[in-house]
């Protein structure tokens, strides 16, 4: 069982800066992908953003973080990062890591990332 761990959420100030971290307990697991997803308060939980461990593949984000959030990743050692800069309180959630492999899908337990205005 592939286990996800977020790290890195906590309060800032609008416009400041956060780096998140999710590490996969298992290395040797092949994944195809890892993602970020958030959950504010109240609504469902959404798309953030994507990096895919092949080459092919296209790194994606949700409009509403395109040019201030940059995702980057090491699939040697089954962690992914994001970066998120020019934050909002919009941008206020609880944010979860997400990886696809050949077997299913896997959940962090996530980090909580709030926005002070």
């Known amino acids: 069982q592939l286990q996800l761990v977020e790290s890195g959420g906590g309060l800032v100030q609008a416009g400041g800066s956060l780096r998140l971290s999710c590490a996969a307990s298992?290395?040797?697991?092949?994944?195809?992908?890892m993602n970020w997803y958030r959950q504010a308060p109240g609504k469902q939980r959404e798309f953030v953003a994507s990096?895919?461990?092949?080459?092919?593949?296209?790194?994606m984000y949700a409009d509403s973080v395109k040019g201030r959030f940059t995702i980057s990743g090491d699939y040697a050692q089954n962690m992914v990062w994001l970066q998120m800069n020019s934050l909002k309180p919009e941008d206020t959630a609880v944010y979860y890591c997400?990886?696809?492999?050949?077997?299913?899908?896997?959940w962090g337990q996530g980090t909580q990332v709030t926005v002070s205005s």
């Open positions: 990096f895919p461990s092949s080459g092919s593949g296209v790194i």
């Open positions: 298992e290395r040797s697991i092949r994944i195809n992908v």
């Open positions: 997400h990886a696809i492999t050949y077997t299913g899908n896997y």
